[in-house]
């Protein structure tokens, strides 16, 4: 495939820049065909991504939907078939900002401004259409010949929230057919897999604009799950000395300020609230308030290591259109805790931490994810606490422990916490990009600016190293992660409903309920089926919708010998035992956790 740069040359396109090429062309043209069929609109970005490509555009008036994209596309594919050359020139910067203008192009305009003096601006043109570029791109348009426009979203221009929200069209482009055609199969799975699709159809949970956008409430049987899980990491912490506490979801401005999260992660916290002359915000993260719990008393040396853990309701802005269902939202609850620790204990404390999450990714069966350490940027002035001997020993201090643990890591520049150093623990989703689930961050930074003491063995007064840990992240999207690997099938001991009682008819109902409320006192989740259908369609809505793991069929034989009939979801095979057995039975499933 032939390519031209942006000094006009054409060659042949690298095999590592094809893919990138093309998508960058596709969006090009993409953005030709919508300013033919919506002649106001105003181009902001559009960049070829890892997966496609987008652009951001402002659309006035015009309010595009799903609906809209077939004729874009369609659009798109007369452009290809007209086989356009892609032309190439550069322009002096006055000639640049008026040809924008003329063309009305005002975000285009904007953007020449932030360039350099001496920045070389090229233009694109392919037909009527022009557009600042770097390039390269291919040859002729005709070179593009498998695409396809996936959705739409919202994008603020030059992602800030304090400017316009503009119309994200999405589309991906590839080099044939055939992959086209394999990432379709991929999106169907992706589809079936999503967790807000599964979640309604479970009745999991749901959101309501009435709400707000990005508050998530959860329905019985998805608060069942939550409930399993905030049981099941309590118990592990408290094995391992942790103290659990409750705390309030809100903070002053003032708190904040001392901590420094009102300088350095304001604009992803919600405004203040101001009350009899005081000034509250919803909480973002919970180590402020573990930092007061640690300076309500006096410690000794021999009181640390303390272990503090919250499941905690947190709240932060995030934009209306990153919001995807549990897996991000804006109030979320985290497995919090802060460990107070001497600098002695770090390393032991670090492996006791990368040892919990090690057990529980044993034991959800979670073996596709990676060890990275995010460190700070050192030219982000802005991000980060200017504090550059606490950086250097924070992260060589991290660094170490996790040499010395034997952990396989890789090194992320500008990924740190504000205050410290972190070993971020990230799964790869069976759909999707990658995401963190565990964090381990070292901090030196927020004990000495809440001026924590413990009195040392020597008498005097030292400042404590804080571990921050969170082992399933947010229990919302550990959640959002668990249905989308199950697709909705839990295991047993989380499945909303363990047990369906499924009589076969009337004269069954009785049996069946004495059964039900049987099942419900030994502590499993029942649930009966009083529906008056077809036993085969209880059976099937049973296992396809609802996938609860064991359906019990009760008719006129279960009754007259005093049993129940098992039909396991997972083989499919049906099983008559007694009642007792059972209950026996599913016990040892839910305490092995299988």
């Known amino acids: 495939m032939k390519i031209i740069y942006n000094d006009g040359h054409v060659g042949e396109c690298p095999e590592e820049l094809e893919l990138d090429t093309l998508r960058h062309s596709a969006a090009h043209i993409m953005a030709q065909a919508v300013k033919r069929l919506y002649p106001d609109a105003h181009m902001g970005y559009g960049p070829a991504t890892e997966k496609g490509f987008h652009y951001d555009i402002d659309m006035g008036?015009?309010?595009?939907?799903?609906?809209?994209?077939?004729?874009?596309?369609?659009?798109?594919?007369?452009?290809?078939?007209?086989?356009?050359?892609f032309k190439v020139y550069p322009l002096p910067r006055d000639e640049a900002i008026q040809l924008m203008k003329d063309r009305g192009e005002i975000y285009k305009v904007e953007h020449i401004g932030d360039l350099p003096e001496d920045a070389v601006i090229t233009f694109y043109q392919q037909g009527e259409?022009?557009?600042m570029c770097v390039g390269p791109h291919i040859t002729y348009t005709k070179a593009l010949k498998s695409f396809k426009l996936t959705g739409i979203s919202g994008a603020y221009w030059k992602n800030d929230q304090k400017n316009k929200m503009l119309t994200r069209l999405n589309g991906v482009a590839f080099r044939n057919a055939e992959e086209l055609k394999e990432y379709e199969i991929q999106a169907e799975e992706a589809k079936a897999r999503d967790h807000r699709k599964i979640g309604k159809e479970m009745r999991l949970f749901m959101t309501d604009d009435l709400i707000g956008k990005g508050l998530p409430m959860f329905l019985p049987k998805g608060y069942a799950i939550w409930m399993e899980l905030e049981n099941y990491i309590k118990a592990k912490e408290r094995m391992l000395g942790y103290q659990h506490v409750m705390t309030p979801c809100v903070g002053t401005v003032d708190l904040y300020r001392t901590s420094g999260h009102w300088d350095h992660y304001k604009e992803n916290m919600f405004p203040a609230m101001e009350v009899e002359g005081e000034s509250f915000v919803l909480r973002p993260m919970n180590c402020p308030h573990h930092m007061m719990i640690y300076a309500n008393r006096l410690h000794s040396y021999r009181d640390l290591p303390i272990r503090i853990g919250e499941v905690a309701h947190d709240f932060r802005f995030e934009p209306s259109g990153t919001l995807k269902g549990i897996e991000r939202g804006r109030h979320f609850c985290q497995n919090d805790a802060h460990l107070f620790v001497t600098p002695d204990q770090i390393k032991d404390e670090v492996a006791s931490v990368v040892g919990l999450i090690r057990d529980v990714y044993h034991d959800f069966h979670i073996t596709d994810y990676r060890c990275v350490l995010s460190l700070r940027d050192p030219e982000d002035k802005v991000k980060y606490h200017q504090d550059d001997e606490m950086w250097n020993k924070a992260e060589n201090a991290l660094r170490e422990v996790l040499?010395?643990?034997?952990?396989?890591?890789?090194?992320e520049i500008g990924e740190a916490a504000f205050y410290g150093p972190k070993l971020d623990v990230n799964v790869k989703p069976a759909i999707g990009a990658e995401y963190t689930l565990s964090t381990c961050q070292l901090d030196f930074c927020l004990p000495a600016k809440f001026n924590l003491k413990y009195i040392d063995a020597d008498g005097t007064e030292k400042t404590p190293v804080v571990l921050h840990?969170?082992?399933?992240?947010?229990?919302?999207?550990?959640?959002?992660?668990?249905?989308?690997?199950?697709?909705g099938a839990f295991p047993l001991w989380l499945a909303p409903v363990q047990v369906k009682v499924l009589p076969v008819s009337d004269k069954s109902m009785e049996y069946a309920a004495k059964i039900h409320h049987e099942l419900m006192k030994q502590g499993i989740r029942s649930e009966l089926d009083e529906r008056n259908e077809k036993i085969g369609y209880k059976i099937r809505y049973a296992r396809q919708e609802d996938k609860v793991p064991y359906m019990l069929i009760l008719g006129e034989k279960e009754i007259n010998e005093g049993t129940v009939s098992v039909r396991d979801r997972a083989t499919d095979q049906t099983e008559t035992m007694t009642l007792d057995a059972l209950v026996a039975k599913l016990e040892k499933e839910i305490e092995e956790r299988r």
């Open 129 to 131: 259409y022009i557009d």
């Open 61 to 85: 008036d015009v309010k595009l939907t799903d609906e809209d994209l077939p004729a874009i596309e369609a659009e798109m594919q007369k452009i290809v078939k007209e086989n356009l050359p």
């Open 403 to 411: 040499n010395q643990l034997g952990i396989h890591y890789t090194e």
């Open 469 to 487: 840990r969170a082992i399933l992240g947010s229990i919302d999207r550990f959640m959002a992660y668990l249905i989308e690997e199950t697709k």
